[in-house]
Nanobody, 130 residues
Framework: QVQLVESGGGSVQAGGSLRLSCAAS????????MGWFRQAPGKEREGVAA????????YYADSVTGRFTISRDGAKNTLYLQMNSLKPEDTAMYFC???????????????????????WGQGTQVTVSS
């Protein structure tokens, strides 16, 4: 099992930046796929960014491409999400997730889909005011 703990959320004005962190503990040797997801009140959870840690390949939702950057520090077992040019519509609870089952290449849709992940953090709130 992998335990995931997010941090770095907060309140920021539109145009501002935040960096989210996700610390992984437990058995982290098989966190082959990791991602950031968000859920706004009354909406479904959606994929924001993901990384195939074996190859370092990254994937982004269209809504955040060019503004958000996902990265991972393997030595620290920490996943990051750098968020720039934040907009009010980015307001949501942000979750970190990991998939520990390895099955090679996964499509962008699979990487950004919630059903493919079997470990989730508790979330960190991001609020962007206009």
């Amino acid at each position: 099992q992998v335990q995931l703990v997010e941090s770095g959320g907060g309140s920021v004005q539109a145009g501002g930046s935040l960096r989210l962190s996700c610390a992984a503990s437990g058995y982290t040797g098989n966190t082959y796929y990791m991602g950031w997801f968000r859920q706004a009140p009354g909406k479904e959870r959606e994929g924001v960014a993901a990384i195939y840690t074996v190859a370092g390949t990254t994937y982004y939702a269209d809504s955040v491409t060019g503004r958000f950057t996902i990265s991972r520090d393997g030595a620290k077992n920490t996943l990051y999400l750098q968020m720039n040019s934040l907009k009010p519509e980015d307001t949501a609870m942000y979750f970190c997730a990991a998939r520990t089952r390895f099955d090679g290449y996964r499509s962008r849709m699979e990487m950004l889909g919630t059903s493919g992940y079997n470990n989730w953090g508790q979330g960190t709130q991001v609020t962007v005011s206009s």
